[in-house]
DNA sequence: AGCCTTTGACCAGCG
DNA sequence: TCGCTGGTCAAAGGC
């Protein structure tokens, strides 16, 4: 993901997804989208988008990011919280009906013969761990045609985002809304799957050194072991039309891309004026990953790398040098030796604002607000309980809560256990008390809680994929 | 020696 | 059934 680099998200550019059986387009939006869950502050401006045209595209996987990281992502569907949209008696109908079964992503608009309370969508959140960036990418999802999670799922957010009534037109046909739906995907959605307490379970599987399942994939790749006999069979190339993910990337970030391939193709394409090179991940495992790369037709020195399948291992060792003790002993004193509250709520008025994050620390009877600068480190004391995170819940209230803060970016957290009703201001490398933290194990069925990953105690394959996940800006 | 890319042939899907 | 197209194979050669 860190590849991706965005530099234009051109107002109501179009983007076209143009899958054999969905055929859908969405519009971007300019960045000042702004909009809210239930209770989730989001705000969205001037922020500095890292993905380039970045498109995602579902169908018939569920695991929609897990190309990028084995077995550490879930399904996103799993991991928006809270934006339960209230409908009155909808009615979806599919637009798109295929006979083949194995389609499970259908545009399916959804009617309603009366009023629809359309639920308000958390398009930014300010990465859980502070030194991150705001990652944004435009995201083209297909909906459920099922939806019907408890929590809407991101697959649903087109339908809920875009929804329009429907009613008939003068010939008495129904006019179905052309499906519009701008989604900003950040990397605090990632995060959120990454901090997924089902996720910390996989975490947790992996530091005690179990067998990494291999994931499930809707398409076949044919093992390499068949030889080229006449009476072989390809695989069904029908299930082959799984497309991942499709980004843009320049020469330079397709170079940053951890994994290891081996070209086994190369197809000049009808209508392009570049062939189309066709990579498999060259892992001793027999790994049915691959991406296909083709340069732009549109834009110079820009490559249009689509990923297929999932890596069913760990990311190779790193081409970059880093010593993980250095970086974790630095970590370390950071930590231990920053700890301090700078600043009480009474100032959050007057502070620079920019690029503030605000966490809202709460326990049931006491409300606790913490600031932190995006580039803050949250960084903390060692604790067993944490293991890899702190665990935070996700609860927002309102941005009201500091006053007029004019703040871009803003995200609120909610700790557990603070006791003063105090705000706290933390200024970079501030440090998450110790009283705020809790125990994992007593919020591991809360789809609400987001973690802020404890990098000391990281195990290196995690330090790792941390990093990664985070556009490599911890080590490189 | 091992891993990579190149490249022509092969194959499935589709119209 | 046939031809087109895109995806894949695997031998050959390069590094």
Not at 273 to 295: D, G, L, Q
Request: aromatic content about 8%.
């Amino acid at each position: 993901m860190h590849s991706c680099n965005a530099t234009s998200l051109t107002p109501s550019s179009a983007i076209s997804e143009t899958s054999p059986h969905i055929q859908t387009t969405f519009k971007t939006s300019p960045h000042t989208l702004t909009t809210t869950t239930t209770n989730k502050i989001i705000s969205l401006q001037n922020h500095t988008p890292h993905f380039d045209d970045f498109t995602l595209s579902y169908e018939n996987n569920p695991d929609l990011f897990s190309m990028l990281k084995s077995n550490d992502f879930l399904p996103l569907e799993n991991v928006i919280p809270n934006s339960n949209p209230t409908p009155t008696n909808p009615i979806r109908i599919p637009t798109t009906i295929s006979s083949n079964t194995n389609i499970s992503a259908i545009i399916t608009p959804v009617t309603t013969n009366t009023t629809f309370t359309t639920p308000t969508l958390t398009t930014t959140i300010p990465t859980t761990t502070s030194a991150s960036p705001i990652f944004t990418t435009i995201v083209n999802i297909n909906t459920s045609i099922n939806g019907t999670n408890h929590y809407p799922t991101i697959l649903d957010f087109p339908i809920f985002i875009g929804q329009q009534q429907i009613k008939p037109n003068n010939n008495n046909q129904t006019i179905f809304p052309e499906p519009s739906a701008n989604i900003e995907i950040t990397t605090a959605h990632f995060d959120l799957a990454y901090n997924h307490p089902s996720v910390l379970r996989e975490i947790q599987r992996k530091c005690n050194q179990l067998p990494i399942q291999v994931p499930q994939t809707s398409f076949g790749v044919m093992p390499n072991t068949l030889s080229r006999h006449p009476n072989r069979k390809f695989w069904k190339r029908k299930n082959n039309n799984v497309k991942i993910l499709e980004c843009h990337l320049s020469a330079e970030k397709i170079k940053e891309d951890p994994w290891t391939w081996r070209k086994y193709g190369e197809k000049i394409i009808k209508g392009s004026s570049h062939p189309r090179s066709y990579y498999k991940c060259s892992s001793f495992n027999v790994c049915s990953a691959k991406k296909i790369v083709e340069k732009s037709k549109t834009k110079e020195n820009t490559y249009v790398v689509t990923y297929k399948g999932h890596h069913n291992h760990k990311e190779p060792k790193r081409k970059h040098k880093f010593d993980i003790d250095t970086f974790r002993n630095n970590s370390s004193k950071e930590g231990l030796s920053t700890a301090k509250i700078v600043e009480s709520s009474s100032n959050v008025r007057n502070m620079d604002s920019s690029n503030v994050v605000i966490t809202h620390f709460d326990q049931t009877e006491n409300i606790n607000t913490q600031i932190l600068s995006t580039q803050s480190k949250v960084l903390y004391p060692k604790n067993e309980l944490t293991k890899n995170h702190l665990l935070v819940s996700q609860e927002v209230v309102s941005s009201s809560n500091v006053g007029n803060l004019s703040s871009s970016n803003v995200m609120m957290l909610q700790f557990d256990e603070p006791k003063s009703s105090d705000a706290q201001v933390f200024t970079r490398e501030s440090t998450i008390p110790y009283s705020q933290i809790k125990s994992i194990e007593s919020c591991d069925d809360d789809d609400h809680h987001i973690l802020i990953p404890n990098m000391r105690a990281m195990s290196e394959d995690i330090l790792l994929d941390f990093n990664h996940l985070n556009g490599g800006r911890f080590f490189s």
